[in-house]
């Protein structure tokens, strides 16, 4: 029968008792973090304005349809006066309208805001738009004017 070793605290290596990490040790990992953070961080918010922006076209898109729709039924497209309300609510004055054209009250811009509606439009038969992050006309990437 072999001897039997018994293993006590202080036959252990000096290292192998102490458990945890040195401050230096996480410094070094926060550093690493803030490093790809940094790097990570602007590409995620430079993404971030690009979907707003595509959100909002996308509710354009939409809204301009329903638009359409309310032309088919009552001959033209609802006066600036009148708005966007009139895709879901109808106006008094129109015997004609068939809606809603839309399931829902027309939703804010990405940003908050209401689009911006005007009939008849200085581009075509009706401007919709948005003004974008900055809420100005104008603007270049996230506060660029989103219009149909």
Do not use: C
């Amino acid at each position: 029968m072999l001897p039997h070793k018994s293993f006590s605290h202080r036959s252990r290596p000096a290292r192998a008792r102490r458990s945890g990490f040195t401050l230096l040790e996480l410094l070094v990992v926060l550093v690493v973090l803030g490093l790809l953070i940094s790097i990570v961080g602007p590409r995620y918010f430079n993404q971030l304005g690009k979907s707003e922006s595509k959100a909002a076209q996308t509710q354009i898109a939409s809204i301009a349809k329903a638009l359409d729709l309310y032309r088919i039924d009552v001959g033209r497209y609802p006066t600036t006066e009148q708005g966007l309300v009139a895709l879901s609510t109808a106006p008094s004055s129109e015997a004609k309208w068939r809606g809603p054209y839309l399931q829902k009250a027309v939703p804010p811009d990405p940003w908050g805001r209401p689009y911006i509606y005007k009939s008849p439009g200085d581009t075509g038969e009706f401007d919709l738009l948005s003004y974008g992050k900055d809420g100005s006309p104008g603007g270049t990437d996230d506060s660029a004017d989103v219009a149909y």
